[in-house]
């Protein structure tokens, strides 16, 4: 069982910056392929990120390519988002979620391949 808690959403303005983490619990992060998901109101869930469970390989929506870095701190159990150059489009709750890897070097950018997910946290873009 792995338990994710996002923290680092918040209000601002078209432009800016932000970097969400997420949290989480159990022994066996570093078996797990990371990745970070949105969903607008009205929109299904989104892939937007992606990271082995090495952190050597990464993978990006083609919307957040170049503005958006995932990362992760496996000695921290934590898995980062940092978001640069911030639009109104990007206004989202932001789930992180984690997807068993263990035998795999790749990451995952289907929600059905995940196992676990977090709570949300709420990122708002003003224009």
């Known amino acids: 069982q792995v338990q994710l808690v996002e923290s680092g959403g918040g209000l601002v303005q078209a432009g800016g910056s932000l970097r969400l983490s997420c949290a989480a619990s159990?022994?066996?992060?570093?078996?797990?392929?990371m990745g970070w998901f949105r969903q607008a109101p009205g929109k299904e869930r989104e892939f937007v990120a992606t990271?082995?469970?090495?952190?050597?390989?990464?993978h990006y929506a083609d919307s957040v390519k170049g503005r958006f870095t995932i990362s992760r701190d496996n000695a921290k159990n934590t898995v980062y988002l940092q978001m640069n150059s911030l639009k109104p489009e990007d206004t989202a709750v932001y789930y992180c979620?984690?997807?068993?890897?263990?035998?795999?070097?790749?990451?995952?950018?289907?929600?059905?391949?995940?196992?676990?997910w977090g709570q949300g946290t709420q990122v708002t873009v003003s224009s």
């Open positions: 159990g022994r066996t992060f570093r078996s797990y392929a």
């Open positions: 979620a984690a997807g068993w890897a263990e035998y795999y070097s790749g990451g995952y950018s289907l929600r059905s391949q995940y196992d676990y």
């Open positions: 990271i082995s469970r090495t952190g050597g390989s990464t």
